[in-house]
């Protein structure tokens, strides 16, 4: 088991340090949203050129 360990230990840490960035990604989208803030387009929605929606009030309804 350690030798499989030390002959793949670069895939490892790579592997390890994708997940962890992926995780943080969610972390402060989660948080985000909490905060009503849109993660398509920061939650300036009355600024946004495609007038997603986000927010509600805030865009042009159609």
């Known amino acids: ?31 985000e949203k909490k905060k009503g803030i849109s993660p398509i387009c920061g939650g300036k929605c009355g600024h946004c050129p495609m007038n997603c929606g986000c927010r509600g009030s805030d865009s042009k309804s159609e």
């Open 1 to 31: 088991m350690l030798s499989w360990i030390g002959a793949n230990i670069g895939n490892i840490v790579i592997c390890a340090v994708l997940i962890l960035t992926v995780a943080a990604i969610v972390v402060h989208m989660v948080k």
